[in-house]
DNA sequence: TCTTGATATGAACGGTCGTTCAGATAACAC
DNA sequence: GTGTTATCTGAACGACCGTTCATATCAAGA
């Protein structure tokens, strides 16, 4: 047998891309093999080279289009003045953003480690443009006065992981929304950065 | 040739532990073979078997020791009364106990998934009673007043990765000790579960 | 010194890996 | 209806996988 009917690259490809993206946030890049994700599509392994350089290349593109998605949707977002504001408007999109996309979430924090130097370094650079996003709002707000983060780099390194875990627990079906969750980490992360506050009448 | 001169269980065995823990951390479980552990330890694949069942215990063991080891340590703290003291006690210890095994954590965080589901079970029943530790210090202060944490499991959920994530980027050579990242962490977990400040007087 | 048990080698097992490629078939243009 | 091209198969490649085992050597006790 040979070609089968039905068949097009503009659905085979995407198609591969999805099923490795799913394969890999499940059991991780080095144990999922090229003929499970050939399977998964419904195609032989050999197909998937009509499609995608090599393994790693698969895995890059994946991260890469990622990263680009992420930031692209958040120069889309419109901004507020006010670094409280602007800080709740970050958190908002970055909870919902990935909440909606957990594989890729899972995957540019669990396989940076599966890429060669030059893809990691690649992806890496992406990622510290997008944290620097969240580490520029900490320090207008600081300058401002209306937050308290002397130490803007290490706070906004202690944020993004706080909201990534969100992926691990949030359950569509579960007892929150997206907006509940929203609204728990904006608050947790408001309490990080508000300046002492003003000791009570005596 | 066969037995190496110098040859002992009890310095074979715990250098192949520690060989794969490193190397796990570093590369992924699915990803490391054992033969390049036994080249680490400088021996042959097939003495590994003398120590360990398969590569799938190794894991466990690996694993499982670090969940004992936590639990035993933080068992043995001693424990102020006030649940913002436990708070500050229990953070301290979380953040000095990972910065001084970075490769346990990586493992218990990153390689749940690489465990047969046996072996999952018994170590995600570990990892969440350590967890109902700080859950109910959250709830302690909660109840007192003290504390404003209205979701204590999720707070919980909140603080550990972001916890954790201190790991990936801190430097024992580097600018901040170990006490001054307890202190950045120890703040913001303060006010994360700080309550709403007095307003101020008018 | 001789024996015995602990410790390691190194070759081998069947299986799976990523990747390539000649050949076969379906879809499409004419 | 015919020829062309895009799409996929199925077999094959060498390499490496986890694991086993007969064999060899070292360490220690008698």
Redesign the interface.
């Known amino acids: 047998m040979a070609r089968k009917s039905g068949s097009h690259a503009e659905i085979t490809g995407p198609r591969i891309r999805r099923a490795a993206l799913s394969l890999f946030a499940?059991?991780?890049?080095?144990?999922v093999s090229m003929r499970q994700i050939a399977a998964e599509v419904g195609v032989q392994a050999g197909a998937l080279y009509l499609y995608v350089a090599d393994k790693q290349a698969l895995l890059f593109e994946l991260m890469d289009a990622h990263m680009d998605s992420l930031m692209a949707a958040w120069e889309a977002v419109p901004k507020p003045n006010a670094p409280a504001d602007r800080l709740r408007t970050f958190t908002d999109f970055h909870i919902a953003h990935h909440l909606e996309r957990p594989d890729d979430l899972l995957l540019a924090y669990?396989e940076l480690?599966?890429l060669t130097p030059d893809n990691h370094k690649a992806i890496a650079a992406k990622r510290r443009a997008y944290e620097a996003e969240l580490e520029a709002i900490l320090r207008a707000g600081h300058a401002e006065g209306v937050f308290r983060v002397p130490?803007a780099r290490?706070?906004a390194?202690?944020?993004?992981?706080?909201l990534?875990?969100?992926v691990?627990?949030y359950r569509s079906d579960g007892r929150l929304s997206v907006a509940d969750v929203q609204v728990?980490?904006g608050r947790?992360v408001h309490?990080?950065?508000?300046p002492d506050?003003?000791?009570?009448?005596v």
Chains 1, 2 share one sequence.
Do not use: D, H, K
Not at 157 to 162: D, E, F, L, S, V
Not at 191 to 194: K, L, Q, S, T, Y
């Open positions: 499940r059991y991780g890049y080095a144990a669990w480690r599966s130490e290490i706070t390194m202690a944020i993004i992981p706080m990534n875990g969100c691990g627990w728990l980490y947790l309490g990080m950065v508000a506050p003003v000791p009570a009448p």
